[in-house]
């Protein structure tokens, strides 16, 4: 009986165990490499675009300021219901974006940043989050395909 007990003890101990996100492989460089490219139009024309694309991909345009080149937008807050009936746990996901767009050597360079945010609140005022850094090179390929034909039409305005 009393290895039963044990057992149980250290199933539950085990399982109670927090783990944590694995740690990316990749990079500075080759992050930095994933989230960047380079256009052949102004400034003028690839700013509007990438607003443009954040806006056609559902986020909410926070702020931009064309003169440093800074865009943060915020996707709509994802709500787990289900968890917060039975368990009276709050969990809300978002999807934070921005992008950086600077003119070198007569290009216009755009680099984005995806960061996805959970944030869990429990009773009693206790609340926890986590951000997340979005590494995945087929959400920013597809983003980065998706300015590039904003810029396209802009241009042949």
């Known amino acids: 009986m009393r290895n039963k007990f044990f057992v149980l003890a250290l199933v539950l101990f085990l399982g109670a ?29 690839v700013f509007p675009s990438v607003m443009s694309v954040f806006q056609d991909l559902g986020y909410v345009v926070k702020s931009a300021d064309k003169d440093t080149g800074l865009i943060t937008a915020e996707s709509p807050a994802k709500s787990n219901q289900a968890m917060k009936f039975w368990l009276g746990v709050s969990d809300v996901s978002q999807t934070s974006a921005t992008a950086f767009i600077e003119t070198i050597n007569k290009k216009t360079n755009v680099r984005l940043n995806f960061v996805t945010s959970s944030k869990q609140s429990y009773g009693y005022g206790q609340s926890d989050r986590q ?18 034909n904003a810029i396209f039409v802009r241009a042949s305005r």
């Open 17 to 45: 165990c927090a783990t944590t996100e694995p740690v990316s492989t990749m990079t500075p460089l080759e992050i930095q490499s994933m989230q960047t490219r380079e256009f052949g139009q102004s400034k003028n024309v």
């Open 131 to 148: 951000d997340t850094p979005v590494l995945d090179a087929e959400i920013y390929q597809n983003a980065f395909e998706k300015i590039e």
